[in-house]
């Protein structure tokens, strides 16, 4: 992968409810057109995976995914993240949420040489349960169509910056 590039990842678990909203999101925003260069990929819980994609030259990456922030179910977020943050948390390959794969990239950067993206954006979903089951909740169903239309503009933007944005 080349420097210039975008990558929109969508991670969670599909058997816990709505924390399988960001592979929903990216399944939904595969059936659109996107401009050259952009790569999206269902990571699902492989955290480890998707650490190791991130270090591969990406422009600006978008992880996808569930986000309890305290927030009405269904709230979509757009959240600007820290590619290296300062605390490292403890790791689990089938469970690792943006900041933990984000905490991972500096110290696989530091062994592979790899380059982390220079922005990394998170579009999250507050969920309204993650107890054990499939198929998102009636809010966060309703949430996957206003999260890809925001991935779209973040997409143009990134995809595009010196010309005319996207009209998303």
Known sequence: ???????IAG??????????FGVETVRRLAGHPLPEGVEVVDVGVRGVDLAYRLLDGYRTAVLVDAAARGGEPGTVYLIEAEAEPVAV???????????AVLALLATLAAGTGGRPPGRVLVVGCEPASVEEGIGLSTPVTAAVEEAVQVILRVVYEAAQPEREKSPC
Request: proline content about 7%; overall charge negative; hydrophobic content about 40%.
């Open 89 to 99: 948390p403890v790791l689990d390959g089938h469970r690792m949420g943006p900041d």
């Open 1 to 7: 992968m080349s420097a210039g590039t975008v990558l």
């Open 11 to 20: 991670i969670g678990n599909i058997f816990l409810g709505d924390d399988g």
